[in-house]
């Protein structure tokens, strides 16, 4: 029987990578919130829409999860206001904790529900690793997005004996649609992010896809860490 | 399935012992307590009861396998503190309990009696509906 993925945020620069990657070996769902990709609706392929910062739909959409037999499940999606503290209303706090912590929590939780036997499943969260440093304008974004590794960690710690892997993937800089909104909406030169970078490159996505996919596929055996994707930026230091 | 009581007790010591590494099941007693004796903990619950309903063809919770938890949460049974009346008499009767037990014995009091001989007891319950 061929085995079902869910991706949550499928239509993200690094859920579309990860679908090319995986489109062959398993059945997909993917959520997506703006509109559909081109892969959509295929045999093997089927999109739904959600509104990951509505709880109320993330909870009817974790009947879903629990009603369904997944294997693996991918979250790509993330939100992130990047204002500085005494910027931030109750509502940007409230969308950047929804979609980066609450909903994911809930869909692992779902997810961790329709446990019952001991085959290998695996739970990825894409996480980032501006999260992990205290920098101007994450406060809400980071400290929701290492809540949900922690909450993952846990995961992996009360689910190991049913092969259960998870892993937190925390990127740098990643080529993306979101990194060149945040550039133009923020006014920042492209050149002064690249010198940060010693190899003078951002990951691309598919590079990001290529370790999800690893980890899916089980070369990559470790389970409740998190791991950083990089090209040496000062961030890690 | 039918089994007799010394053969589920046989297959439950066989079930621990491999879950906490124990080398011979016989030296599990049927009145060790799985937790006070034997060091179960919370996770261990979770894969024992798992491991029951594989090996027995059953479907148990973990919090029907050792309903005190919830019975915490019911104020009939469990009021201010104490054990009501009926909360006395649901632990006295599930967990086959003679002498009289005091209406404020506490959780990890009650777990001396989650003994190999208790779950077998309910794996039989179960079994038998």
């Known amino acids: 029987m061929v085995e079902k993925v869910l991706i949550i945020g499928g239509n993200s620069d690094i859920g579309k990578d990860l679908i090319q990657n995986i489109s062959n070996d398993f059945d997909i769902v993917y959520t997506y919130r703006g509109n559909k990709i081109e892969i959509a609706d295929t045999k093997r392929i089927s999109a739904i ?48 904790f929804t979609v980066n912590c609450l ?14 036997d001991k085959e290998f499943k695996s739970i990825v969260f894409v996480s980032s ?24 960690a846990n995961c992996a710690l009360e689910f190991a004996r049913w092969n259960l892997r998870t892993l937190s993937v925390s990127p740098a800089y990643i080529d993306s649609n979101m990194l060149r909104n945040y550039i133009k909406n923020h006014q920042i030169n492209m050149t002064d992010i690249l010198k940060n970078i010693p190899s003078r490159k951002m990951l691309s996505t598919k ?22 994707l990089g090209n040496g930026e000062k961030l890690f230091y | 399935m039918r089994c007799n009581m ?65 019975w915490i949460d019911n104020p009939n049974y469990f009021t201010d503190g104490k054990w009501t009346e009926s909360g006395i008499e649901a632990i006295k009767r599930e967990l086959s309990i003679q002498e009289e037990i005091s209406n404020d014995v506490s959780q990890k009091d009650l777990l001396r009696y989650f003994t190999v001989d208790y779950i077998a007891n309910r794996i039989n319950q179960k079994m038998n509906g």
């Open chain 1, 49 to 96: 829409k959600l509104d990951l910062s509505s709880l109320d739909a993330v909870l009817d959409f974790c009947d879903y999860i629990v009603h369904n037999k997944f294997r693996h499940i991918v979250y790509c999606a993330g939100h992130n206001m990047s204002k500085l503290i005494n910027q931030l209303s109750y509502k940007d706090i409230t969308d950047d």
């Open chain 1, 129 to 152: 690793i501006a999260a992990t440093k205290v920098k101007e304008g994450n406060a809400a974004y980071g400290s929701a997005k290492i809540a949900t590794e922690r909450f993952l």
């Open chain 1, 207 to 228: 590079e990001v896809a290529n370790v999800i996919t690893s980890f899916i596929m089980q070369n990559i055996p470790t389970t409740g860490v998190s791991i950083s």
């Open chain 2, 6 to 70: 010394n053969s589920i007790k046989q297959q439950v010591k066989e079930i621990l012992a491999s879950i906490l590494y124990i080398d011979s099941p016989q030296s599990i007693k049927d009145s060790d307590s799985l937790f006070l004796d034997l060091n179960l903990n919370s996770i261990d619950v979770i894969d024992f009861v798992f491991e029951l309903n594989q090996k027995f063809n059953i479907e148990l919770k973990d919090n029907e396998l050792w309903p005190i938890r919830t």
């Open chain 1, 103 to 116: 909903s994911p929590i809930h869909v692992f939780r779902a997810f961790c529900q329709t446990i019952h």
